[in-house]
């Protein structure tokens, strides 16, 4: 319920205006693992709210739909990265995903939703290994 799909759009337009190709990346995952070690996008996350029994919803879906709706509506290449970083931290598991966190001042306080030097190399393979199955005119433009 926000003007992110209209916003989407218009920067769409803007691009292809001055000759861009514009391609859409959905959002990263969030690590929060549950209960069974797996990361769930539907699921419900921590939150420091005690009125919210201490969790709340995860919004990070509505904005991964939107993109992909926006993506099919606009004719624009969609690079599903809340889709492949789901799958990784899956595959690497809850211990392993905690190299990924950014660092914090408090380290009670992880940051699940930004990303480490480490996290962000291996957040950048994800995006070029999609890029040269998605957008194959740039993939000559990566490095190997």
Known sequence: MTTF???????ITKARAIGAKPVLVTSLTRRNFN????IDPSHLEPSMDSQAGGMK????NDYVEAAK?????QK????DLNAR???QMNEIGREAAIAF???TKDPSKPDKTH???EGAAKTADLVADEVRKKVRELAALLKP
Do not use: H, M
């Open 5 to 11: 799909r209209e916003n989407l759009a218009r920067y």
């Open 35 to 38: 209960a069974q070690g797996r």
């Open 57 to 60: 919803p995860d919004f990070l």
């Open 69 to 73: 709706a926006v993506a099919t509506e």
């Open 76 to 79: 624009v290449p969609l690079i």
């Open 85 to 87: 970083s789901i799958e």
């Open 101 to 103: 966190d950014a660092k």
């Open 115 to 117: 990303l480490s030097a």
